[in-house]
């Protein structure tokens, strides 16, 4: 995996990208997230709830734009070749998250 996103810039959500960028995912989209469980527990319908789980999927392309991709780059291809085990991309990691920290 040579990168997190496509020739015309747009990320692709693999599973390393998205567990790289779980953290970050977490804090940014957490109102998007929160209210899209809301939405399931309050309605077994899924239907129902098709609005809010876009909302969540706009945030993470969004957010997954916004991260700096070379140290991205590095620390999720490091998860995809050590099948996401973070104990094993630690400089990887940290690289990215000292270049994109949680805010």
């Known amino acids: 995996m040579s990168s997190a996103v496509d020739a015309t810039g747009n990320p692709i959500p693999t599973s390393a990208v998205l567990t790289a960028s779980a953290k970050h995912i977490g804090l940014r989209c957490m109102p998007e ?9 309050n309605d077994p319908n899924p239907e129902k709830c098709l609005d809010k789980g876009r909302d969540v999927t706009r945030c993470v392309l969004g957010l997954l734009k916004d991260l700096h991709q070379k140290e991205m780059d590095d620390y999720v291809g490091c998860m995809y070749y050590y099948t996401n ?17 949680l805010k």
């Open 85 to 101: 085990e973070f104990d094993l991309c630690r400089k990887e990691q940290e690289a990215f998250e000292k270049i994109c920290p």
């Open 33 to 41: 997230n929160v209210a899209f469980f809301k939405c399931k527990k």
